[in-house]
């Protein structure tokens, strides 16, 4: 009975002004909501409050006067819901817009400046749209809070997509920034079983103190079990090779092997030297500082003198150069050094009269053996640059980074056997001035020394070799070269025409995609190469990021800002910023403020 009292019915409606929204009545004159649906409870509200104004509408006009009410309540429904989905708008946008200053490692305080571009121009395209556009929040402070909660909620999608990781690995690095801070940089890859690919960064660490083997184990252990990783699917770890990275006893690598096989005793860790800086190690074999010792101490007098640069420029314009200015080297940038010798090559006879005209003239310039050295270092440094670029793509296979490294291995050999014939048609810069038939004859040993040092760099490589070549070619390899618990699978998969074809057209990693459970071990085999890291490139990228997000203009940036920048920087992941959108609501911007 007293739940039938509770409910509300129809006749309230036109005897106290009432209707029922959400399970509660509201009435219709003023708005208010009552807790409880009991006629005792409208009528003392209706007798209260408005029966000395509503008593004289009755039959026809109480009929009219209620349907009034009613639609006035419905306009205010729906300009409440309206003013909500302005407002979640509003809220979106500024967290879009945070995105992309984050991404593009701009100061927060930007976005006052966007919002002040936004504002001028909808005045001009829609004006009624106005009050819209500054409702959009972006002060400095919004922008780091919206920075912050978009890189926490990237940290919870990574947490829980590393749940489905079959396998993993990780890359670490450190590097010095402003202020002389130290930052530990750890980068996952992990592979599904699905096979799809996630490749992000794990965790940045400030190390403000000095730091031993055994700290940098700590961090990365710490790292990982914010996350909850299974330590048994650990499969490699890539490092630049320092000695408190790859110490046999005591370095990072050794201690994470040691606790990689308290979770699975015949596990073995992969230690990766990262490719890139072998690369690198292996170039200063070539020993031509003659050469390139002149070249750096001229374009360096040339350009850090502001009236010589002036006047070189000058000249090159006087001589109709084909190019209008010399470039600079620097050692951080690498691959610099092969664009300044080329242009320097090219700009040869400009600068000789330059120098000259300066009283500083260069005697090698016009020494036909030094520009033959010079021509030989433009072509072998083009040919390293090649590789270096082809080893610097972001997500590669660990497989196809090694099949470039191989690939030049080959081509070393091919070079060596030309030049000993006299073949210049890979050396063109060297082609155009050589006099001589025998002019190849002396370059050999360079290629020479340059081949053994890559075979001597790269030769842990080929420990693994059989494994990534079961890999990347199953329909190729020798059965006897496949490790005995595999043989049986691979025997299977090679004799599977469907799969073959599968894999002829569109070649791997894309072909694991289609492989069947019914090849669980070599899956999972499949799935440990997919993880590799080639390189710590991943890290390097994110240490030019930081450089850029925090320069001595933005010194005031804390750790915790820089890192949600980063977080976000470098991402492959995007946030859910329809999840966050729904946990904030718009705030007019307020006072403005400064990182």
Known sequence: MDREHRMFQEKWERAYFFVEVKNSPVCLICNQTLSVSKEYNLRRHYEANHSKHFDRYTEEMRDEKLNELKKGLNFLQHLSSNTN????AAVKCSYVISEKIARASKPFTDGEFIKDCLLSAAEILCPEQKPAFANISLTGNTVAQRVKDMAENLQDKLREKVKSFVTFSIAVDE???INNTRQLIIFIRGVDENFDITEELLDMVPMTDPTSESDLFLYVEKSLEKFNVDWSKLVSVTTDGAPAMVCDNTGLVAKLKSKVKMFFKDAELKSIHCIIHQELFCTKKLKLEHVMDVVINTVDWIRTRGSNH??????????NAQYGNLLYYTKVRWLSRGMVLKRFFELIKEI???MSSKGKPLPQLTSEDWIRDLAFLVDITNHL????????RRSQVVTQMYDSVCSFLTKLSLWEAHLAANNLAHFPTLKSVSRNERDGLIYIPKIV???MEFQKRFFDFKHYENELILFSSPFSINIDSVNEELQMEVIELQCNTVLKTKYDDIGIPEFYKYLSKSYPKYRKHCAKILSMFGSTYVCEQLFSVMKLSKTKFRSQLKDTGLHSVLHIATRNMRPDIDILVQKKRCQVSGSKSKE
Do not use: G, H, P
């Open 385 to 392: 640059n090649t590789l270096n670029i082809s080893l610097q």
């Open 310 to 319: 002036r006047q070189f420029r000058a000249l090159l314009e006087e001589l």
């Open 352 to 354: 000789d009269v330059f």
């Open 449 to 451: 020394e340059l081949k």
């Open 85 to 88: 989905k302005l407002s979640d």
């Open 175 to 177: 590097s010095t920034y």
